[in-house]
């Protein structure tokens, strides 16, 4: 777990903290990843709990700025389960930050997200999370503990979570946005097999026989 500090006092400071128990408003700069002293608060400090500083005040931060649709708001369940995965969004992508993914150094595009919320209107809908040529759809009702951990024992998937889905689907963004650069593809699939098979019927084959970790660097 990473600790911070307060930029007031210096007491130590958590990636969630909107301020400090000496009383001091904090923002989190995740280019520099550190708190400074409250300014430029994204428009969603208030309703989604975001402490990202952002360009101005009242602008929405990096973090925020990549979300496209957000769930439907009218079902009580929503909000909660959207603040949950803000939350994770904001988490996985402070780690890539540093690593100087969609920094303003990186030339290349952010993903874009569609929050979707299997309640929505007056039915439940499907919501299939998955990537396609830079959009991310994420089911934000996994953020419900009782029907994450009735998957995770369905699916046999013990360590599925919300910061999970979303370190998965930014990874098939950047395999998108790294397959775009000359080479990259073969030296890919040599090391890691072809990612053209069909995917369908990879997934049901592993479901219907998991395999242990080998050296194929893919974990069952």
């Given amino acids: 777990m990473q600790i911070f500090a307060c930029p007031a006092c210096a007491r130590p400071l958590y990636f969630h903290n909107q ?82 993914w969609f920094g303003p150094d990186d030339p290349g595009p952010a993903p874009i997200f569609d929050m979707i919320a299997e309640e929505s209107g007056v039915q439940l809908v499907m919501v299939s999370m998955g990537h396609d040529a830079g959009v991310i759809i994420i089911n934000v009702s996994e953020a419900d503990p009782a029907r994450l951990a009735d998957r995770q024992s369905r ?43 069909d995917y369908a019927a990879a997934i049901q084959a592993h479901y219907a026989h998991p395999t242990p970790s080998d050296a194929s660097h893919i974990t069952s």
């Fill in 155 to 197: 699916f046999g998937e013990l360590h599925r979570s919300m910061i999970g889905h979303m370190r998965h689907e930014i990874a098939h963004f950047l395999h998108w946005r790294l397959m775009q650069d000359q080479g990259f593809a073969d030296s890919f699939r040599a090391l890691f097999g072809d990612e053209r098979a």
């Fill in 19 to 100: 301020g400090c128990v000496c009383g001091a408003g904090v923002t989190f700069d995740p280019l520099a990843q550190v708190f400074v002293p409250l300014s430029h608060a994204c428009r969603n400090r208030q309703r989604l709990g975001c402490n990202w500083q952002a360009p101005v005040d009242g602008a929405p931060c990096l973090s925020c700025a990549m979300t496209r649709t957000i769930p439907d708001l009218r079902m009580p369940q929503n909000p909660g389960y959207w603040v949950a995965t803000e939350l994770a969004k904001r988490w996985v992508l402070a780690g890539l930050i540093r690593l100087g």
